[in-house]
């Protein structure tokens, strides 16, 4: 690989090409496209993963939930390691975008072979399912984490992160849309069962594998900006880490409400056949109301933000979730359009904690940048995507031991078995009350999350001239 040119001056042998005013919008829409395999992979195996293992190859729902949660658990390791490699990596394509390609084309395939299905029904099949699982988690963060990266490296414009990653989340929006609502209906018109599971595992492949490619090539003329070395260990990039007070509240709150909107989303199936008594269409109209409103209140959350800050804005999102997940506790009461009308208020509540929590990122690394001098993006950005994938595990595993708890009757027949009044609680009380319980809460740890333009600007400004008069003495004979 061909070595980047060294700025001058430079004791770390970075490179500096970072944009300080707006990026161009086929950089915004280049950038976006990488949620295509994002949005699906985050999507779907929470979604019909574990009414795969339980509802089609007969698995109990406790062992289903620790097959799901194993292999993102595994994440959490390898995140970190994926974002010191990235960081030293140096090509003609920069550091980060030949991960796009490379790691995305082989999540693309490892996907689909997670529902081939080899071995039928039976004890090998869910050992099958969860290796190969195992061995998509690890591809998909070798594609995150550089993924992820990249917009603290491409502008250092605290607006422009908001307007780059508004687009992200538009898309991100659109995929959970496209990949959660359609991926059921592939299974129902492939012939429900394995057969059906095949297709869908082909067509979300084919999602994942045009954001893998679309990203690569639109983020070609992005600014590179500076990539410098990285902690050598996982115990130094948490050291770093907790040093960074602001990114510290974001994490933990970020991943406890990553977990909450993931049990949701493991729920999805099971609420709308036990609930809503409606099997084949709940599923896909849950998925519209939820996604549907958060395309078309993208721009209004962006207002929101620049008038009352990105702080303020999340802790709103939060409690629109929290607030509209409690609701939902008395759908089996409710009329189904207001039980979808629900669903679509905690869709807008959605849109904003992704936007503002993935905007609030780039903040903490440059605040980082400006206190200690380096710009360490990969280890932040390892440690945030390690602590969202752990949080996306958890949700399915929540769920599927609820179920567990509540006596749900698993099947291997393709369809759900009939279940008791104690398993349709449980499935319930964790489609509810348990996520609202992972949502509301974490809001609190936001306090602490002091980073404002004004104190991001005084500690560049503070970095800015310590840097000068380093320089000034250097030239001093």
Not at 205 to 232: C, D, K, M, N, Q
Request: net charge positive; with cysteine; proline share 7%.
């Amino acid at each position: 690989m061909d070595a980047p040119p060294v700025v001058p001056g430079s004791s770390t042998g970075t490179v500096d090409h970072s944009a300080t005013g707006p990026l161009p919008r086929r950089v915004h829409a280049g950038y976006a496209l990488g949620s295509l395999a994002t949005g699906a992979f985050g999507t779907v195996p929470g979604l019909l993963l574990l009414p795969y293992l339980t509802d089609t190859l007969g698995v109990a729902a406790g062992l289903a939930a620790l097959l799901v949660l194993l292999p993102k658990a595994w994440d959490v390791l390898v995140n970190p390691v994926a974002g010191r490699i990235s960081d030293r990596t140096r090509s003609r394509w920069g550091a980060r975008r030949p991960y796009l390609l490379v790691a995305g084309l082989a999540l693309a395939v490892l996907f689909a072979a997670i529902f081939a299905a080899p071995f039928g029904n039976g004890p090998a099949a869910a050992a099958y399912v969860a290796l190969a699982f195992l061995a998509t988690a690890t591809a998909f963060a070798f594609f995150q984490v550089p993924y992820v990266a990249m917009p603290a490296e491409m502008t250092d414009d605290y607006a422009e992160r908001t307007r780059l990653m508004t687009w992200r989340i538009a898309v991100l929006a659109l995929t959970i849309l496209v990949s959660g609502a359609i991926a059921p209906l592939v299974v129902t018109a492939g012939g429900d069962g394995v057969p059906g599971h095949r297709w869908m595992g082909l067509f979300v492949a084919a999602l994942i594998a045009i954001g893998a490619v679309g990203a690569f090539l639109g983020t070609r003329f992005a600014p590179g900006g500076v990539v410098g070395a990285s902690e050598p260990t996982l115990r130094a990039q948490l050291a770093v880490a907790a040093a960074n007070r602001p990114f510290r509240a974001l994490l933990v709150c970020f991943v406890v409400q990553s977990a909450g909107v993931a049990t949701i989303l493991a729920g999805v199936n099971y609420f709308a056949g036990q609930i809503l008594r409606d099997e084949q269409g709940g599923p896909t109209l849950l998925f519209a109301c939820f996604v549907g409103p958060a395309l078309l209140v993208m721009p209004l959350w962006s207002r929101v933000g620049a008038r009352v800050g990105k702080r303020s804005a999340l802790v709103a999102a939060g409690l629109i979730l929290a607030v509209g997940a409690l609701a939902l506790a008395a759908a089996p009461v409710l009329p189904p359009i207001v039980v979808y009308l629900v669903v679509a208020v905690l869709g807008v509540g959605y849109a904003g904690q992704q936007v503002f929590a993935l905007a609030m990122l780039p903040d903490c690394i440059a605040y980082d940048t400006a206190r200690t001098g380096r710009r360490q993006a990969g280890v932040f950005t390892g440690l945030w995507t390690a602590g969202e994938t752990l949080g996306l595990a958890l949700g399915p595993g929540v769920y599927g031991l609820v179920l567990q708890l509540a006596g749900y009757v698993s099947s291997d027949t393709g369809t759900a078995a009939t279940q008791s009044d104690t398993a349709r609680l449980g499935v319930l009380l964790g489609f509810t009350i348990i996520p609202a319980l992972l949502l509301g809460p974490p809001i609190l740890l936001l306090r602490r999350y002091t980073l404002t333009p004004a104190v991001l600007a005084s500690a560049q400004g503070q970095h800015l001239t310590a840097v000068g008069r380093i320089e000034k003495g250097t030239r001093t004979p």
